[in-house]
């Protein structure tokens, strides 16, 4: 393929000569010799042999051509004819139709007219009009009268007949001429030796080509006495042909020199491959002629051949660059001993050395198709001192296309795209190590700042949110959880959780209500609700693991027994992996750090991220000691202003309500003693009366202490004796011990069938104390409302006011709703302000207002009261109040089957 069908100049090393100058050095020699006509044939390396370029003459030269014969003395040289002579007369009316004037200008003294032409007034001979040396038609050395007279390398002249006789004898077909010469001069044009000369290497001249001259008409001069002549003027020719391939290869070699310095300039800014293979191929086509063309890249870290541009007869073969065709090195033994064993240029003909095919068939398929037919092969591997990147495989159809000039060329332009390419790889490489460096440099300040911010915080659920956001910055994923476990150990609750918010708010003008984000509190609630299940599966068992990853089975195991909230993050958050890391510190387990990757995305994290994350989990749960220490601390101190703030206030009630009792008992006993002999029964009795019912509010006041005392804290557990309890039994035990007043009725709306299971004393001590207080505080006149009912468990928790909501006591009972026994007692007293509600059920509590009333209490009764009930595994709440207008204090506990013996 010629690289002039691309529309760039053809700088191929065997440009033939230019048309204009093989004309113009034609006709001066048809004009130097007095001749009509002239042939130039040129050396061509392609076929190695020598190829008619031009052929011309004088306009109208028929009309010379039929002039009469006239006898030439002239003789061929000696060892063509050895002195024979040959004749040829026209016939009359063939002399009859030439002009006597013609005749006169065949002998002109003027060279430059003949026939009453110029030189300058010339025609190009087409193979149509002459068949004698057509234009393209090749001449192997010794064939006809060009290729005999290169093999002689000496100049001739002959007759035409002589001609015929001698190369035409044995081809009976007659040639087509329209003006049939009747004297040739042949002669070689030799290459001129004048600088080889003058060094003193002398050497055998080279044949350029051979330039045959003729005249027409029988009375034609013959050229035999300008042989000598034409032997020195065909060294002028040289001459002229010799400088002009010089021009042409200094424009060449310029050309070149652009070509390289353009093709160097452009690998610093491109390193991308298809542009990186486009301007090889652009430049190898502006060289060469290209029929086909293979650049295979060896990339040394993979050990990979990669063969990434590929031209078949042609045509490109798409896909390569964006898709190479990859392969090991030893499945290509023979490339691989070419490149990197050999390292040196490979250049052959396929079509015409078979043996060379056989030994380098690999070199010749692949991507770019069967290049085993080609004429020339050329292989050229692209090397950088001792090391080969690659190889530039070429082929073309022409025969010997590639020259000794253009293959350095080319071999000057494979080492600059290899340089390029190194430079190339060593820049990226550079560039990705100071990129890892940044990247590594900003890693460890984000580890830092998340260390710090760890660090310097001492609220575990702050902590916590560090850690899931930290953690999530350091892997970049959108989600990270942390899961701990539930105070009974069953399973794993969501503490805080990280998850950058995709929904905007925006007003649509559609005049719906704004929907409100979840307040902080709300928020922290719903995190709560993701719970996976951990005591009895295999997280139970992993939590002395570094790190582990759930894969489909493991979470599909998990979905099966999570809550609805679990459920939702395991399934519609799109994770296809968990990474799960354990938090522990020394033998206390905090939870577990979750990770997860989605669907689609990477199959598992880096080492490097599972690290950073590793890192900042054992950095967190050292924080997280220290916080819960520091909270634990700081628990324990506001328990210890707590407790003496509620001793001073105790002191305070105590003092008060002690007192109360014992002045009147003092009192009474002061007017006995003084009034003692004057005394009637009637006062002795009275005062007597008063004194018991002081002595009686100052036991019950003692009592209560000594209850609540053993009670103890919270923490402490009561020994408990559980057995079935029939409620409307142990309310009428309860109302018994009560005195009661005539100013209150109680209203017991009770059904004999309720049991629940509790501790017989305890149910009667809590029902004792709701009853005592709701006297206490109701007017007289007013009624006690004591009420119950079945319900389960899971229709209490809308009954509970957002001041004693409690989700956590509910989660034991997630999968299991039992059934529970609802008590009510509701008064018709003062009520209690909402500012109090909160602490009713503390120890030593009561409502400040209570205090300036006649009724007298230590503020242990809720307390207590409270105490039992959750002991009993129930709750008590303050359920409804309302100022001047009563309470409802509930509390519920399990329902039981009553005993076999009631139900006989």
Not at 569 to 598: N, R, T
Not at 767 to 794: C, D, F, Q, W
């Amino acid at each position: 393929m010629s690289a002039s069908i691309w529309g760039e100049s053809d700088l191929h090393g065997n440009e033939p000569y230019p048309l204009a100058l093989l004309t113009n050095l034609s006709r001066q020699a048809m004009q130097h010799f007095n001749a009509h006509g002239a042939c130039f044939a040129l050396y061509d390396e392609e076929v190695s042999q020598m190829r008619v370029q031009i052929h011309i003459r004088v306009k109208n030269i028929a009309a010379l051509a039929a002039l009469s014969v006239v006898s030439l003395p002239d003789t061929l040289s000696d060892d063509m004819t050895k002195g024979r002579r040959v004749t040829r007369q026209l016939d009359a009316e063939e002399q009859e139709t030439v002009p006597m004037q013609q005749v006169q200008a065949l002998n002109s003294s003027d060279p430059s007219h003949v026939h009453g032409h110029t030189f300058n007034d010339i025609e190009h001979v087409s193979a149509q009009d002459c068949e004698l040396f057509p234009v393209t038609t090749t001449y192997p050395i010794g064939q006809d009268l060009i290729g005999y007279t290169w093999n002689k390398n000496d100049a001739y002249a002959m007759r035409h007949e002589d001609y015929l006789t001698f190369f035409r004898a044995n081809n009976p077909r007659p040639l087509h001429i329209d003006a049939t010469p009747s004297q040739y001069l042949i002669v070689p044009v030799r290459e001129a030796t004048m600088a080889a000369d003058m060094r003193g290497r002398t050497r055998p001249p080279n044949v350029l080509g051979v330039i045959v001259l003729y005249r027409v008409g029988a009375q034609a001069a013959s050229f035999q006495n300008q042989r000598a002549e034409a032997l020195l003027y065909m060294e002028r020719i040289a001459l002229n042909l010799q400088n002009d391939a010089l021009q042409r290869k200094q424009k060449r070699t310029s050309e070149y020199l652009e070509m390289l310095q353009g093709i160097s300039s452009v690998f610093p800014t491109s390193v991308k491959l298809s542009e990186l293979v486009e301007n090889v191929y652009q430049f190898v086509h502006r060289v060469v002629d290209v029929s086909s063309l293979l650049l295979t890249l060896y990339d040394r870290d993979m050990d990979r051949l990669y063969d990434v541009f590929a031209l078949a007869d042609g045509q490109r073969v798409d896909g390569l660059a964006e898709k190479p065709l990859i392969v090991f090195p030893k499945e290509r033994p023979v490339f691989w001993r070419v490149t990197q064993q050999e390292q040196q240029t490979l250049q052959f003909s396929p079509a015409q050395e078979p043996e060379m095919v056989q030994t380098y068939q690999e070199l010749l398929g692949g991507a770019w198709g069967d290049q085993s037919e080609a004429e020339s092969f050329l292989l050229l591997p692209m090397k950088m001192f001792n090391r080969v990147i690659g190889a530039l495989c070429i082929t073309s159809k022409r025969p010997n296309a590639f020259h000794q000039a253009e293959v350095q060329v080319l071999e000057t332009m494979t080492q600059i795209v290899t340089v390029s390419i190194e430079n190339t790889r060593l820049y990226e490489r550079d560039r990705s190590i100071l990129h890892e460096a940044q990247q590594r440099e900003a890693h460890l300040a984000m580890v830092n700042s998340a260390l710090q911010a760890i660090n310097s915080v001492l609220n575990v659920t702050e902590l916590l949110n560090t850690l899931v956001a930290s953690a999530a910055a350091a892997t970049r994923v959108d989600i990270c959880v942390f899961f701990e476990p539930s105070p009974n150990g069953e399973v794993l609750v969501a503490h805080a959780l990280y998850a950058p918010s995709s929904v905007k708010m925006v007003d649509d003008g559609s005049g719906l209500p704004v929907i409100v984000p979840p307040r902080k509190g709300e928020q922290d609630e719903i995190i709560n609700l993701i719970q996976l299940p951990f005591k009895g599966t295999f997280l139970e068992h992993s939590i002395d693991d570094g790190f582990f990853y759930l894969d489909s089975p493991k979470l599909e195991e998990l979905a099966r027994k999570c809550n609805e909230g679990g459920l939702i993050f395991l399934h519609e958050m799109g994770i296809e992996k968990l990474l799960m890391v354990p938090m522990s510190y020394q033998s206390d387990f905090f939870g577990f750090l979750a990770l997860p990757i989605s669907k689609g995305g990477n199959r598992s994290f880096r080492p490097k991220d599972v690290g950073t994350v590793l890192a900042i989990c054992a950095q967190t749960s050292s924080a997280i000691r220290n916080a819960q220490l520091f909270e634990r601390r700081e628990e324990a101190n506001a328990e210890l202003e707590r407790i003496n703030k509620l001793k001073d206030e105790f002191l305070v009630t105590a003092s008060h309500e002690l007192r109360t009792p014992l002045t009147a008992i003092s009192g009474y006993s002061s007017q006995l003693k003084r009034q003692s002999s004057r005394a009637t029964p009637q006062t002795v009795l009275r005062f007597a009366t008063k004194i018991s019912v002081a002595a009686q509010q100052l036991g019950d006041q003692v009592a209560k202490i000594t209850e609540a005392a053993q009670i103890g804290p919270i923490e402490r557990k009561i020994d408990l004796r559980m057995e079935p309890v029939q409620l409307l039994a142990a309310l009428e035990v309860a109302l018994n011990m009560l005195t009661l007043s005539p100013d209150h009725e109680v209203l017991i709306d009770v059904p004999p069938d309720l049991w629940f299971k509790g501790d017989p004393p305890y149910v009667r001590q809590v029902l004792t104390h709701l009853l005592e207080n709701s006297m206490k505080y109701s007017p007289p006149g007013t009624a006690i409302r004591v009420s119950a009912t079945a319900i389960l468990l899971s229709q209490v928790e809308p009954l509970l006011s957002e001041d004693q909501a409690d989700p956590g006591f509910f989660v034991d009972y997630v999968h299991d709703d039992i059934p529970v026994i609802l008590v009510r007692v509701t008064d018709q007293g003062e009520g209690i302000l909402l500012e109090d509600r909160k602490t009713i059920f503390d120890k030593f509590v009561r409502a400040p207002r209570s205090l300036t009333t006649p009724v007298r209490g230590t503020g242990l009764g809720l307390y207590i009261c409270r105490r039992y009930i959750e002991a009993m595994d129930g709750k008590i709440w303050l359920e409804q109040t309302e100022p001047n207008e009563g309470s409802t204090f509930s509390f519920y506990l399990p329902q039981a089957e009553p005993p076999v013996e009631i139900d006989e």
